[in-house]
């Protein structure tokens, strides 16, 4: 078993990551890592991730009970002994709430596929769950359907959570899978998102077997490998449905890139609508101001 106050240095530095990067607001967010068989480590309730001691932090059992701790351990425990229940090779887990990431879990917006390299080899399809009050074990049970064949989970109007065998780890699918949405929506807002054709995306996904990263598009018959093909059967459970984004199906080679349905305002289309009504109502509103002696220039 590694060294106790080593692993609570390690949760305090990634809590203070997750703060730092605005994953975190006030007492958001916790972290956990199984320290043994029976015993999880993991952040107490009602405290900033960004400013933790190690000597803040609790132990739990297997099924939730405090063992240790001068605090209350967090409300939110279940979630992450319901992951490592589940894949008893996981050692850490991070919830928080990554404002990209999260946005798309408000939306219910499937994340794209075949957009960015680093994305296609370390995330994959990442799942939205259904919505679940946070706390209790029918919200920890949403992420079971998913949590074979992923390390990072959107939780529907709320968070997200990633898991893997260091906390720094578990910490980094959040961080891509954030940094990944922010480049979408800015992506989106200049009018278009390009995609990679089918060879493109197939070569990425041998790249991935070859670094010895696992992913289910490998394993799947007739799968469309940039259509979010691994969890689509769950959409219609959880209110998921893609409305900002426009997967395409891969294109053969000689197609060039894929886009987007999505360009730059077209005359007579509702972003043309709303920028008249501005118009509009500006220049009513200098009218107003010049009859009433208030000079506009």
Known sequence: MRNIHQLKQEICD??????????????????????????????PTMISKGFMKPEDLCIVDMEGKQISGRRKRTSEIMLHLAIMKARPEIKAVVHCHPPHA????????PVPQCVLPEVEIFLGDVPITKYAIPGGQEFADTILPFVHKT??????????????ET???????????????????????????????????RALLDLKTKWGFADPRTEMKN??????????????????????????????EGDGAASAESSPAAPGDGRDSVETLVESITTRVIEALNRGGVEVV
């Open 151 to 164: 390390n990072v989970i959107i939780l529907a109007n709320h968070g997200t959570v990633s898991f893997g």
């Open 14 to 43: 990634i809590g203070r990551r997750i703060y730092q990067k605005g994953f975190a607001a006030a007492n958001d967010g916790n972290i956990s890592y199984r320290i043994s068989e029976k015993e999880v480590l993991c952040t």
């Open 223 to 252: 799968c469309d490998i940039c259509a979010n093909d691994v969890f689509r059967a769950s959409w219609k459970e959880s209110g998921v449905a893609p409305l900002a984004f426009t997967p395409p199906s891969a294109k053969k």
């Open 167 to 201: 906390v720094e780890k578990a910490y980094w699918w959040t961080e891509v899978l954030d940094a990944y949405c922010r480049i979408l929506m800015l992506s989106r807002s200049l009018g278009r998102v390009n995609y990679f054709t089918e060879p493109e995306a």
């Open 102 to 109: 999260t946005a798309f879990g408000i939306a219910r917006e």
